[in-house]
């Protein structure tokens, strides 16, 4: 069914179906003008697929903060129909109250902006001993923006230092699961790396019940024998959190590096006042963000932009299409890290599934790019960067570059 599913999207891709060219490569390597084509023929449009999307960044936002629309079907399965294939456990992200909002409120805590503050030193330490690694010609993604996310929510999650590159593997694997599945071989990888994860995170949970610590494991260990969440949606948070920890991180790292790099004037801006990195943090979420779009299921009757929808109608809200939207971002094409009055985008969600990471997300990105402005000034490109094949995770498998590491 999904090999059938998969040469339809083709089939319709080829016929110049935009919602299907968003899902097949070569368009979603470069999304952004299927965006605007999309933008330009109205606010919800309808794919030949049946789905759909949401363009616009007003349209979005009213829809993801909209309570009569949800992530699960009235009979109660999960609504991306590719994720429900593929038997993700996404935790928060598949969950409608009154469960998700007992599950977020135990999570919450632990990624207060104040209490992430004392984590900030550490990460610029970590930022530091990467870039001390890495000599002459080196891969961006490979040798500094995957490790230092993985090594910061592993720390946070009070894992021991793992094997960042298993735990990448996993990260790819899952991620790219979030597209649907493209095999027998890619479904039996899922499987192995939830198992592998379920294991390590059963390990952690006793260890934290034996010797509780500061932490956000140990916090949820105590909500468990007060009976608050289940064993099964603890491992489960635990798996969305590491996963979610670093699998988006590395992409707005590795994406902002890139337009930087594209982009000299912006690059040389940056180096000459490292101050400017939360401004690169949010051009890039705007630019070229990490997660390009998110599902909805309407969970009654709904009238949308001119249109009825039936309950159970899934929409698609396009995040990516929102940050290149002229009537929200003057100049949307344009990287340009000193835009005046910069408007809100719409890279972590809106409303109850806002991700609860971001203020981790903004200040290791933050620290990243500052670290690199500053201790790698000469840095250029080395080589081509290459895409990763996915749609709805956007980033990049590699980005060479070359630059003498100042100490
Ligand atoms: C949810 C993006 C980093 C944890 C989300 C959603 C988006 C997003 C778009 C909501 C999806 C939806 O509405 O359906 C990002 C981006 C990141 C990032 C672009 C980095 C640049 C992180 C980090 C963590 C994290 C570092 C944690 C360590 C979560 C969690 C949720 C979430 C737990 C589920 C929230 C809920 O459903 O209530 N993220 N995220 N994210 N994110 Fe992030």
């Known amino acids: 069914r999904l090999v059938a599913q998969g040469a339809l999207t083709w089939y319709f891709a080829k016929r110049g179906d935009l919602v299907a060219r968003l899902l097949h490569a070569p368009w979603r390597d470069d999304p952004y003008p299927v965006y605007r084509q999309l933008r330009e023929r109205g606010p919800l449009v309808r794919s030949k697929l049946g789905t759909l999307v949401a363009t616009t960044h007003q349209l979005c936002d009213e829809i993801l903060r909209d309570r009569r629309f949800g992530v699960r079907t009235s009979d109660g399965s999960y609504g991306d129909p590719t994720a429900a294939a593929v038997e993700l456990q996404l935790s928060l992200l598949e969950l409608d109250p009154p469960e998700h909002s007992r599950l977020r409120k135990l999570a919450a805590p632990a990624f207060r902006p104040r209490r992430l503050e004392t984590y900030r030193e550490r990460i ?180 949308l932009a001119g249109r009825r929808l039936a309950a159970d109608t899934p929409v698609l809200a396009l995040l990516a299409s929102a940050g290149r939207d002229p009537a929200v971002h003057p100049e949307p094409e344009r990287f340009d890290i000193n835009r005046p009055d910069r408007a809100e985008h719409l890279a972590f969600s809106s409303g109850i599934h806002y991700c609860l990471g971001a203020p981790l997300a903004r200040m290791e990105a933050e620290v990243a790019f500052r670290a690199l402005a500053t201790r790698l000034p000469h840095l250029h490109r080395a080589g081509a960067a290459t895409r990763r094949p996915t749609s709805i995770i956007h980033g990049l498998d590699a980005l060479p570059v070359t630059g003498r590491t100042l100490s």
């Open 124 to 303: 610029e330490q970590i930022a530091d001993e990467l870039l001390d690694g890495v000599r002459g010609e080196f891969d961006v993604i490979r040798d500094f923006a995957g490790p230092l996310p993985i090594r910061v929510i592993c720390e946070l999650l009070g894992l021991p230092p793992l094997d960042a590159e298993r735990l990448a593997h996993h990260g790819r694997v899952l991620a790219g699961s979030l597209d649907g599945i493209r095999s027998a071989r890619h479904l039996r990888q899922m499987r192995e790396s939830f198992a592998e994860l379920d294991g390590i995170f059963d390990r952690l949970i006793e260890q934290r019940r034996a010797d509780p610590g500061d932490d956000v494991v140990s916090d949820l260990v105590a909500a468990l024998d007060e009976d608050r969440i289940t064993g099964t949606e603890l491992v489960q948070l635990c798996d969305l959190l590491l996963v979610a920890g670093f699998e988006t991180t590395v992409n707005l790292i590795g994406n902002g590096t890139l337009a930087l790099l594209r982009h000299p004037d912006q690059w040389a801006q940056l180096r000459a006042d490292p101050d400017l990195a939360p401004a690169v943090v949010e051009e890039t979420l705007r630019w070229d963000p990490p997660v390009q779009m998110t599902m909805r299921i309407a969970h009654e009757p709904v009238e």
